[in-house]
């Protein structure tokens, strides 16, 4: 499904990304973790097209497509998801309206008529469920006065009703508290299918008690430096990052 | 003054068609035009010079020569049939000013209640000259403005509602002013408005220009609130690119009274708005807001000033502006509380969108207080989309063009929640994003466009 193949990229100039190679089947979970600056949300960021970030090297396919081609409206459209670590606020805009341009952009990328307002509303209902999200935020304004754990059920919400192909995880767990954690990582694993994958980046192990992953990687500057099976993750969390960097040689 | 090139035109025709303009209005209406006249030589136009009019060159708009219907020749046109509405689903009690003659060959069954007034402002002031005489050119004073001046020297007709002490009118009352012309026009309209203790009504008066040739309007609203009343005026401008305008609107407002202006410019090409309004009165509430949308070299400059005489009132003010292209817009609020007016509770907002390099946007807010238990507020911003918003959206497949549609049309969301009237809220926040996807060029409402 995604081949990222010697992936530079840099910010400001500053190189961030020195050559990543990573191959996500359909089906697979993969969680990529690492210390903080390794580069994994610049990852995440490139991914989807964040004209902040300056692709210099390597490329990307999506299904067979050139993804670093791709507008970020494409790329969405084309079936990437990301949920963003900081879900960004829209006042003025409301979830209802703003959902239901996306759903018919979606729709009509792929020869479809828009939807009815009973059917969009019946799909809204029943995603809103997913994650509990109560229908008055669902009628405010994009994010506008959400608490944390609120914005990060959004995402998911969001990622529910365009059911993308392959959802990337920015660090939804972090300032989740317990409950907020289970109804988001249940909410992912529910709409989980053998036809879709995911990339979910996190510094802890705690999401991935519930949400399994297959392999995970550890990204350290700007490269993955380890790939393994899910037990990577609880040797991280016991040994800590200072294993790694001992192991590349910098401390 | 300047030296007076550009009102030497208007001098001389004054002098020239004076019989004219008096025997096509009424006593009331020409009683004030001498001392107009002077006021005008003394004061010429505005100069650019000045504080308050730095962005708007008065004198070449007025420049050119422009075709003045003294004579009051019929314009063979008749608005019902050119006009569809632009608010349907409105019930409104329609009426059409063309150019600057009350149209009254036809008029709408509106049932209005006992002892309202509601049609041309030189029937009635000959029909009622005292009540006219007490208001007619009384809130706006020839002696301060030279465009004010020009207006009350030349003006023969108009729109006058008026609504009698504890009437309440539920319908709205819509005004349409219509240019309509194979010429150059200038139109000197004037609107007074009279609202005796404890009346309610709502007017909603929307300008279209029909034709491509140039047009020039001066107009001169009378607002008059006594206590207790309740007034809405909702102004929407949908004129053309080659439609230059100044608009003077002037509110009195006596104790206890609520007023509500709405400004709202879709199309036009130059416009000056400004307002006057003075709470004389206790406890009156004044809620002036507006917005414009420019694109191209459009052009709008907002002056308000609003003057607190006593104490316990409240204003309200919301502006915002969206410019595109190379278009101009200037705000110039000024807020002015008098000695004594204590408990004053006074807020301005002025926000602005510049979507491109080159468009310019010009704020200045003005705080004049001589009261010392007073809320006053100020808050003026003019900055870009935001880019994380744009991208957010983006990222969920909606295109940059319908992101930046959006958000601008969340923008000015909230003038449009100020409007008190459900139909025309719906409606405007149509016009408002048809006019964000550039399908508003044209005027919307008139079926001979083509």
Same mark, same amino acid.
């Given at each position: 499904?995604?081949?990222?193949?010697?992936?530079?990229?840099?910010?400001?100039?500053?190189?961030?990304?020195?050559?990543?190679?990573?191959?996500?089947?359909?089906?697979?979970?993969? /969680?990529?973790?690492?210390?903080?600056?390794?580069?994994?949300?610049?990852?995440?960021?490139?991914?989807?097209?964040?004209? /902040?970030?300056?692709?210099?090297?390597?490329?990307?396919?999506?299904?067979?497509?050139?993804?670093?081609?791709?507008?970020?409206?494409?790329?969405?459209?084309?079936?990437?998801?990301?949920?963003?670590?900081?879900?960004?606020?829209?006042?003025?805009?409301?979830?209802?309206?703003?959902?239901?341009?996306?759903?018919?952009?979606?729709?009509?990328?792929?020869?479809?008529?828009?939807?009815?307002?009973?059917?969009?509303?019946?799909?809204?209902?029943?995603?809103?469920?997913?994650?509990?999200?109560?229908?008055?935020?669902?009628?405010?304004?994009?994010?506008?006065?959400?608490?944390?754990?609120?914005?990060?059920?959004?995402?998911?919400?969001?990622?529910?009703?365009?059911?993308?192909?392959?959802?990337?995880?920015?660090?939804?767990?972090?300032?989740?508290?317990?409950?907020?954690?289970?109804?988001?990582?249940?909410?992912?694993?529910?709409?989980?299918?053998?036809?879709? /994958?995911?990339?979910?980046?996190?510094?802890?192990?705690?999401?991935?008690?519930?949400?399994?992953?297959?392999?995970?990687?550890?990204?350290?500057?700007?490269?993955?430096?380890?790939?393994?099976?899910?037990?990577?993750?609880?040797?991280?969390?016991?040994?800590?990052?200072?294993?790694?960097?001992?192991?590349?040689?910098?401390? | 003054?300047?030296?007076?090139?550009?009102?030497?035109?208007? &001098?001389?025709?004054?002098?020239?068609?004076?019989?004219?303009?008096?025997? *096509?209005?009424?006593?009331?209406?020409?009683?004030?035009?001498?001392?107009?006249?002077?006021?005008?030589?003394?004061?010429?136009?505005?100069? #650019?010079?000045?504080?308050?009019?730095?962005?708007?060159?008065?004198?070449?708009?007025?420049?050119?020569?422009?075709?003045?219907?003294?004579?009051?020749?019929?314009?063979?046109?008749?608005?019902?049939?050119?006009?569809?509405?632009?608010?349907?689903?409105?019930?409104?009690?329609?009426?059409?000013?063309?150019?600057?003659?009350?149209?009254?060959?036809?008029?709408?069954? @509106?049932?209005?209640?006992?002892?309202?007034?509601?049609?041309?402002?030189?029937?009635?002031?000959?029909? *009622?000259?005292?009540?006219?005489?007490?208001?007619?050119?009384?809130? @706006?004073?020839?002696?301060?403005?030279?465009?004010?001046?020009?207006?009350?020297?030349?003006?023969?007709?108009?729109?006058?509602?008026?609504?009698?002490?504890? #009437?309440?009118?539920?319908?709205?009352?819509? $005004?349409? %002013?219509?240019?309509?012309?194979?010429?150059?026009?200038?139109? %000197?309209?004037?609107?007074?408005?009279?609202?005796?203790?404890? !009346?309610?009504?709502? $007017?909603?008066?929307?300008?279209?220009?029909?034709?491509?040739?140039?047009?020039?309007?001066?107009?001169? &609203?009378? &607002?008059? @609130?006594?206590?207790?009343?309740?007034?809405?005026?909702?102004?929407?401008?949908?004129?053309?690119?080659?439609?230059?305008?100044?608009?003077?609107? *002037?509110?009195?407002?006596?104790?206890?009274? %609520?007023?509500?202006?709405?400004?709202?410019?879709?199309?036009?090409?130059?416009?000056?708005?400004?307002?006057?309004?003075?709470?004389?009165?206790?406890?009156?509430?004044?809620?002036?807001?507006?917005?414009?949308?420019?694109?191209?070299?459009?052009?709008?400059?907002?002056?308000?000033?609003?003057?607190?005489?006593? !104490?316990?009132?409240? !204003?309200?003010?919301?502006?915002?502006?969206?410019?595109?292209?190379?278009?101009?817009?200037?705000?110039?609020?000024?807020?002015?509380?008098?000695?004594?007016?204590?408990?004053?509770?006074?807020?301005?907002? %002025?926000?602005?969108?510049?979507?491109?390099?080159?468009?310019?946007?010009?704020?200045?807010?003005?705080?004049?207080?001589?009261?010392?238990?007073?809320?006053?507020?100020?808050?003026?911003?003019?900055?870009?989309?935001?880019?994380?918003?744009?991208?957010?959206?983006?990222?969920?497949?909606?295109?940059?063009?319908?992101?930046?549609? $959006?958000?601008?049309?969340?923008?000015?969301?909230?003038?449009?929640?100020?409007?008190?009237?459900?139909?025309?809220?719906?409606? $405007?926040?149509?016009?408002?994003?048809?006019?964000?996807?550039?399908?508003?060029?044209?005027?919307?409402?008139?079926?001979?466009?083509?």
């Amino acid at each position: 499904m995604l081949e990222i193949k010697n992936l530079h990229a840099n910010v400001n100039g500053k190189e961030i990304l020195k050559g990543i190679n990573l191959s996500v089947k359909a089906g697979e979970i993969h /969680a990529i973790m690492g210390p903080n600056g390794s580069g994994k949300s610049t990852l995440s960021s490139v991914l989807v097209g964040n004209p /902040a970030f300056e692709v210099t090297e390597g490329e990307v396919t999506f299904n067979g497509k050139d993804l670093l081609e791709l507008s970020p409206e494409d790329r969405s459209r084309e079936g990437i998801f990301l949920s963003f670590q900081y879900p960004v606020e829209i006042p003025g805009v409301s979830m209802v309206n703003f959902m239901r341009a996306a759903l018919n952009e979606h729709r009509k990328y792929n020869g479809q008529p828009p939807v009815s307002a009973t059917d969009f509303l019946k799909l809204m209902r029943e995603k809103r469920a997913i994650v509990e999200l109560d229908n008055k935020l669902a009628n405010r304004s994009v994010n506008e006065g959400f608490s944390g754990g609120e914005k990060k059920r959004n995402e998911i919400f969001q990622m529910a009703m365009l059911e993308p192909k392959l959802a990337i995880l920015d660090e939804t767990d972090s300032g989740l508290d317990i409950d907020a954690l289970r109804i988001v990582a249940n909410g992912v694993n529910k709409l989980r299918t053998p036809e879709n /994958a995911a990339i979910v980046i996190t510094h802890y192990q705690r999401l991935l008690d519930y949400i399994k992953p297959d392999v995970v990687h550890v990204l350290y500057k700007g490269r993955i430096v380890k790939t393994a099976g899910p037990e990577l993750a609880l040797e991280l969390e016991e040994k800590g990052y200072d294993w790694i960097k001992k192991e590349m040689g910098d401390e | 003054m300047n030296n007076m090139k550009a009102e030497q035109q208007y &001098i001389e025709l004054f002098a020239q068609c004076e019989d004219l303009v008096c025997r *096509h209005a009424s006593e009331v209406m020409n009683a004030p035009r001498a001392q107009a006249l002077a006021d005008f030589e003394r004061l010429g136009f505005p100069s #650019v010079k000045g504080e308050d009019y730095k962005y708007t060159d008065v004198a070449l708009a007025f420049t050119p020569d422009y075709g003045i219907n003294i004579n009051r020749l019929d314009i063979p046109v008749n608005p019902y049939d050119v006009f569809r509405c632009d608010v349907p689903n409105m019930s409104t009690s329609l009426y059409f000013v063309v150019n600057d003659s009350f149209y009254d060959k036809e008029l709408p069954k @509106a049932n209005l209640p006992e002892g309202v007034y509601v049609g041309g402002l030189k029937t009635f002031t000959e029909q *009622h000259p005292e009540i006219a005489a007490r208001y007619y050119g009384k809130a @706006a004073s020839s002696s301060k403005d030279g465009i004010i001046a020009l207006n009350t020297m030349l003006a023969q007709d108009g729109f006058v509602l008026y609504i009698p002490k504890n #009437v309440v009118v539920e319908r709205p009352i819509q $005004l349409v %002013n219509i240019f309509r012309s194979d010429v150059d026009t200038m139109a %000197n309209r004037r609107i007074l408005v009279i609202m005796e203790p404890h !009346s309610e009504a709502k $007017l909603l008066v929307c300008d279209h220009s029909i034709d491509d040739v140039k047009f020039l309007s001066t107009q001169v &609203i009378e &607002i008059f @609130a006594g206590e207790g009343a309740y007034f809405d005026y909702y102004d929407l401008e949908e004129s053309s690119e080659s439609t230059t305008r100044f608009s003077s609107l *002037h509110v009195k407002q006596e104790a206890s009274s %609520n007023v509500l202006v709405n400004g709202i410019t879709l199309n036009n090409g130059l416009t000056r708005n400004n307002y006057y309004i003075e709470l004389n009165g206790e406890n009156a509430e004044t809620n002036l807001c507006g917005m414009s949308i420019l694109d191209k070299q459009q052009q709008v400059d907002t002056y308000s000033h609003i003057t607190h005489a006593v !104490s316990h009132c409240t !204003s309200n003010e919301l502006f915002k502006n969206v410019l595109n292209d190379r278009a101009v817009g200037a705000f110039s609020g000024r807020i002015f509380v008098k000695e004594g007016a204590q408990k004053t509770e006074a807020y301005q907002t %002025n926000r602005n969108l510049c979507a491109t390099r080159e468009a310019r946007m010009y704020s200045k807010p003005q705080l004049e207080i001589y009261a010392d238990d007073v809320k006053c507020s100020h808050g003026m911003t003019t900055g870009q989309l935001d880019e994380n918003a744009l991208f957010y959206m983006q990222s969920r497949g909606i295109p940059r063009d319908e992101a930046r549609m $959006l958000l601008s049309v969340a923008f000015t969301a909230d003038v449009i929640d100020h409007v008190r009237l459900d139909v025309l809220k719906d409606r $405007l926040h149509k016009l408002v994003e048809k006019r964000f996807r550039g399908e508003l060029t044209k005027c919307a409402s008139c079926r001979i466009c083509k």
